[in-house]
């Protein structure tokens, strides 16, 4: 697999980062690639199944970051929906949902903290970056498995 461009030594040395938890998990994805936000209501029009929500009459798929078994409570507290740019080789820029129970803050974060992950099942965490004393995990959009 190709180096992320998150990683590359060429970056900025700081870029900013919107971080949000998923399940039991914290994640730092670049802000520069976040859309739009969407707070999850039963009243707001927005439509949500397990695989795509509805948006303004545009279906967006969901990729689900968080680990989270089916049993467990914080699936069904689900309450934000973060639109993110998925570029794929060849075509262009296409928006993709996250789900998040919380979305914190968009933070400058110096490259020199984000700490490379060895080649893992998931491919889109490519790195760790330790705040406030908790590690979130660094998203690389780009990476992501779209359904």
Not at 44 to 69: E, M
Not at 102 to 115: G, L, Y
Not at 122 to 145: C, E, Q, S, T
Request: charged fraction near 25%; aromatic fraction near 4%; hydrophobic fraction near 35%.
């Amino acid at each position: 697999m190709c180096p992320s461009p998150i990683l590359d030594e060429r970056r900025p040395a700081t870029q900013t980062y919107l971080i949000f938890r998923s399940g039991k998990e914290e994640f730092a994805v670049p802000s520069q690639r976040v859309l739009e936000i969407h707070s999850i209501r039963d009243d707001d029009g927005t439509q949500l199944s397990a695989q795509h929500i509805v948006v303004r009459g545009q279906s967006i798929p969901i990729v689900s970051c968080g680990s989270s078994s089916s049993t467990d409570s914080r699936t069904q507290r689900r309450r934000y929906v973060i639109l993110i740019a998925v570029r794929s080789a060849g075509a262009l820029p296409r928006p993709v949902a996250l789900l998040a129970d919380r979305v914190s803050k968009v933070v400058p974060i110096p490259s020199n903290k984000i700490t490379a992950l060895p080649e893992n099942q998931i491919p889109w965490r490519i790195a760790r970056v330790r705040l406030n004393g908790r590690f979130k995990h660094v998203i690389d959009p780009d990476r992501l498995v779209v359904p």
